[in-house]
């Protein structure tokens, strides 16, 4: 009957047999196999880490000849600086740093003198002499 079963099958018994519920072959080198297995991929991974940060290391190399060059400075060399200097300033102090206030906020005494000065400007004769009095 195995042979009449294989013959219908076409000699595909291994898969039957798994499928008819009967045992699994066991490799006898199946871990050992697994072991190899894996330890090449993690050499596969460790070249391809290596072939990649080299590969970084030269688009830095470039990076830093350009900057040398035109005399840019990095991202993290201008915050540094940034914050050095802040700190720099706000040195023996309790409170934290002011910010800087953009010209024209809170300057609002000059504002309005140049306004009156501006209306002034557009008053007629007799009318500039009274307010000159003050």
Do not use: W
């Amino acid at each position: 009957m195995n042979f009449v079963m294989k013959q219908a099958l076409g000699g595909a018994t291994k898969d039957m047999g798994k499928m008819l519920g009967g045992e699994e072959e066991k490799d006898p080198d199946a871990e050992k196999k697994e072991e190899e297995r894996q330890e090449a991929l993690r050499q596969q991974e460790d070249e391809r880490k290596a072939k990649y940060a080299k590969m970084e290391a030269e688009r830095e190399g470039v990076r830093q000849g350009i900057r040398d060059k035109y005399g840019i400075k990095k991202k993290e060399e201008k915050e540094a600086e940034a914050a050095a200097a802040m700190e720099q300033a706000s040195e023996g102090s309790l409170t934290r740093p002011k910010k800087a206030v953009p010209t024209g906020c809170g300057d609002e005494e000059e504002e309005e003198e140049s306004i009156v000065d501006t209306v002034m400007k557009f008053l007629p004769g007799p009318l500039m002499d009274m307010f000159n009095k003050k």
